[in-house]
């Protein structure tokens, strides 16, 4: 029975503070006598009635409306220029009383509950690091109730209330993203291969056919062209279109985590950098999920990769020279060692 207790001391030790601040009067000699003429219940403009704003500080919208009502005062701009102006001394001494007031509430609340509300993730929020920490993309955002909105947005701590029946929709949410996450079917048999571009079906026919032949006996103008060109380790795509190059060998496999490597590097670049990216294509022609990035752009090689070969035979042909330059100084040295003799 004693957790109950101290919870709620501890709840009434919390608010007692900001109810003694929420407690105090507003200043109404000053409304009355400079705001009530265009913010009564009559009046009312801009929608406010100020005769009626009560002081309660710890709603949040009230709140918010004294600033206001603080911040136009300050700037000039209530009441308007074509009304009576305040004295200077009475709009300080608003100013300083009301603005006290609210300075004072703000900074026992921001003690008590930090600067920056504590808040929670709202439903694509955790629909997205859910599907980022485990690696699945099961949407998740539709299981969880809707969120509710503050200031024309949904990420807001004071408008993503917590209730019991978000709790229980968090975890059914999470039991999915586990389940999806969890795979208990045997492990799928490793795929290996290694694909050439020029070994595509579209790619060898291109190569293959000589150019000038026609294509359609009927149009003189239809003579095959290369547009490619084969190299011993390469070929060669000159199209900047799309697609520049596709490796149709690969088959559907099932779903899973791959590791791929491409090869690639630039050729007659010019010293441009020629940028590449990798896109996964079902074979579809639809325009919803027929093709999915899989890299961010690269830039490839300027130039073909220098071989090894023109590092290594450096530093052999050193060695070598190295080598023979000691035998001749050792059969220097024992000649002369012999002549002495």
Known sequence: MFPPVRL??????????????????PPNAFVEKYCADCHDADEKKGGLDLTAL????????????????????????????????????????????????????????????????????????????????LGIQTPLAALLPADGSMHGFDTVAEGLRLSTLQMEKYLEAADVALDAAINLAPEPDPVKGHWLVKQEQGVRKNLDTPEGILTNKDDPKSKHRHLMLELPDAVVFFNEGYPSAQIRQMERHPAGTYRIRISAYGYQSAGRAIPMAFFAWDGSSGEHGSRMAVSTWYFVALDRPTPPGVFISPVLAMLV?????????????????????
Request: net charge positive; hydrophobic share 45%; proline share 5%.
């Open 321 to 341: 020279t190295l080598g023979l330059g000691l035998v001749v100084v050792r059969r220097a040295q024992r000649r002369g060692a012999r002549h002495l003799s």
């Open 54 to 133: 009560p002081w309660d500080l710890e709603k949040r919208e009230n709140f918010d409306e004294w600033v206001k009502v603080v911040d136009f005062v300050a700037k000039g701009e209530m009441p308007p220029k074509k009304k009576a102006r305040p004295e200077v001394n009475a709009a300080h001494a608003f100013l300083a009383g009301i603005g006290n007031e609210l300075r004072a509430f703000e900074s026992q609340r921001r003690a008590q509950t930090g600067r920056t509300v504590l808040r929670r993730l709202n439903r694509v929020e955790y629909e997205r690091t859910m599907q980022d920490l």
């Open 8 to 25: 709620l001391l501890l709840c009434s030790f919390v608010v007692a503070p900001l109810a003694q601040a929420a407690s105090a009067p």
